[in-house]
């Protein structure tokens, strides 16, 4: 898929090293227009940019090592007048408890799950953060969430949250 070179890519890290690394992938395609910028799900204070510009946001594996978000992420996120998607791919599924089906094995791995993100202090409260959005009619899902859809390991595999802003 070919990137969008009219559009503006902001990478929001904590480190330096991230920020290095996300400015370094983006040069790989010349003419693409990115941005780095610091960024701390403790602070979410979001940098200078267009914010009336249709905005998606996008998050891979960097919520599970907030271990309780609050709610000023998505405030935040929510107070950007062009928001129009935001993509979640985090490691969350065992949030929502065990699957009931009759093979040991899916439970032994939500066993497995729920005790590595545990031990890693990994997030604990993302789905229901987003549960209690939807509830209060902030956010609409776009999509019923893909649980466990994709892992680069088998005990920490990624969920896919898709929701926009209910305007």
Same mark, same amino acid.
Do not use: Q, S, V
């Given at each position: 898929m070919a990137a969008h070179l009219d559009a503006n890519? !902001?990478?929001m890290e904590y480190t330096s090293?991230? %920020?290095d690394c996300g400015t370094f992938l983006a040069r790989l395609e010349p003419h693409l227009r990115y941005e780095s910028f610091a960024f701390d799900y403790y602070k979410s204070v979001?940098?200078?940019f267009n914010r009336n510009a249709k905005t998606f946001v996008f998050t891979c594996y960097s919520i599970e090592q907030i271990a309780k978000?609050?709610?000023e992420t998505?405030?935040?996120?929510?107070g950007i007048p062009g928001l129009y998607r935001v993509v979640h791919i985090e490691p969350v599924g065992w949030q929502k408890g065990p699957r009931l089906l009759p093979f040991p094995t899916e439970s032994m791995l939500w066993v497995r799950t729920w005790i590595s993100? %545990?031990?890693?202090?990994y997030n604990t409260n993302l789905i229901c953060i987003i549960n209690s959005l939807v509830r209060?009619?902030? !956010?609409?899902?776009?999509? %019923?969430?893909k649980k466990d859809y994709l892992a680069h390991r088998p005990n920490l595999p990624g969920t896919v949250i898709t929701w926009s802003p209910r305007r």
């Open positions: 890519y !902001i990478g090293a991230e %920020r979001l940098p200078a978000l609050g709610l998505f405030d935040a996120l929510l993100a %545990r031990r890693a202090r209060a009619g902030k !956010i609409t899902l776009d999509h %019923r969430p």
